[in-house]
């Protein structure tokens, strides 16, 4: 998602995040960067390199969590799962979820 960049994020839409305040400022980096891992999550997807797409998706579990987004955090939790069971209809609903999740945070 190459036309995304801080500017594009809804600042007014943070405001419910509960994160530590000195991380506050770093929020809109944040989300950049988890559109650009969801880019990759359906590459790596498409390309049925799952092993990668498994890690990206832990270390999106871990990021969530510690920048106060829950919700990046729960998806995370079931691409994992779809990715260990081999359910590629529930994994291409998840990257669905996770991509009107991040929407929410865009302007424009």
Known sequence: MSNYSESN?????????QVEEEL???????????FYDLDQLKK???????VEADRLAHKLKGNGAAYGFQEITDIAVQIRKHIESGDHTGLSKCLTELEEYLNRFRQG
Do not use: A, G, T
């Open 9 to 17: 994020v809804n600042i007014s839409e943070l405001k419910n995040i």
């Open 24 to 34: 506050r400022d770093f929020l809109p980096s944040f989300l950049v960067r988890r």
């Open 44 to 50: 790596l997807v498409q390309e049925k390199d799952l």
